[in-house]
């Protein structure tokens, strides 16, 4: 003869599974929080990153540019030293391509003093766009240096995002100058430089990599410091070179918080928010606006670039990093 189950085995079963219902949606509450709170963060760094290049802009006024880079990398890494030597210890030290890493900080201060220049003759949310489109070239190199399988999405992507460059450049009219050769050399630089960060991202822990970036960036730059030191005029152009060694420094930070926080195919995309703040940045302090198919040509970099970097680091699940000021 069968044996039911019983009302209170039934009762149990039940309460077991709406308990692991409950369990399951606040697993999923959670893991959705932490993606918001991620993209939160990589919103606030583009801020920040835009707030540099802004700051940037504006101390090409008074302040020489080498001498602002060296600052801007000796204030980034006697801060990186003071937060994170203490919590990590000489393990923070421990590389197994010192070499690379030296390669890495030389890529980064070239590219910098590129974007100080190029900040000094371009207007921001222009050079922000083309900037922006380092990922495009990424796949450049992967295809023609790395060989590596391209897939015609990509192409098209890259397309796009050249045609966008072209718009806002517009060979042949006013706009085009020497001075575009600046961020164009500076998205070449960068993309060597996001090359290489991926190969070594794969083998070394990322606070070590921006430890040594910081303190490559500084001593490379400490050679020229004696040739283009020059005494400020007053206290504020101090105070604009800690603004942009406070933006770099923490805008870097957040970005790795966002990145412990969500998947980089997630977060990537969001980075692209930095153009709508350098636009900001350029009108609250230049008083630039971009024309009608300047904003074309932004939007379809955004678009084909985000895309592109959100194909990118799904890919290969290695972060891209902003093009440092």
Not at 49 to 76: C, E, H, N
Not at 93 to 98: E, G, V
Request: net charge positive; proline share 5%; charged share 10%.
């Amino acid at each position: 003869m069968r044996q039911s189950s019983g009302p209170g085995i039934d009762n149990a079963a039940t309460v077991a599974l709406a308990n692991a219902r409950v369990a399951q949606q606040r697993s999923r509450s959670k893991e959705s929080e932490r993606i918001l709170a991620g993209i939160g963060m990589v919103l606030v760094a583009s801020a920040c990153f835009a707030t540099l290049d802004t700051a940037t802009k504006f101390s090409t006024i008074g302040v020489p540019i080498l001498m602002a880079v060296w600052f801007r990398y000796a204030f980034q890494a006697a801060a990186t030293t003071a937060v994170l030597l203490p919590l990590h210890g000489t393990a923070l030290l421990r590389t197994r391509h010192p070499r690379y890493q030296l390669l890495r900080g030389a890529l980064l201060l070239v590219s910098s003093t590129l974007a100080f220049l190029s900040l000094r003759y371009m207007p921001l949310a222009e050079f922000t766009s083309i900037v922006l489109i380092a990922p495009l070239v990424i796949t450049l190199l992967a295809a023609t240096v790395l060989k590596e399988q391209v897939s015609p999405l990509r192409w098209m992507l890259v397309a796009g995002g050249f045609i966008g460059t072209l718009v806002i450049l517009r060979p042949g009219g006013e706009a085009f100058g020497w001075a575009v050769l600046l961020p164009i050399g500076l998205v070449l630089t960068n993309a060597w430089f996001q090359v290489l960060t991926s190969k070594l991202a794969q083998t070394e822990n990322p606070l070590t990599m921006h430890f040594y970036t910081g303190w490559v960036g500084t001593l490379l730059a400490s050679f020229a410091l004696p040739f283009v030191w020059a005494a400020l005029p007053s206290w504020q152009w101090w105070a604009l070179l800690c603004l942009m060694g406070f933006m770099g420094t923490v805008g870097h930070f957040i970005l790795i918080l966002a990145y412990q926080r969500a998947p980089a195919s997630t977060l990537t995309p969001y980075l692209y928010a930095q153009i709508a703040f350098a636009m900001l940045g350029g009108w609250l302090v230049f008083s630039q606006m971009p024309d009608r198919y300047s904003l074309i040509g932004m939007a379809l970099i955004a678009v084909c670039g985000a895309a592109g970097a959100w194909l990118t680091v799904r890919e290969r699940r290695v972060p891209i990093e902003p093009a440092e000021s």
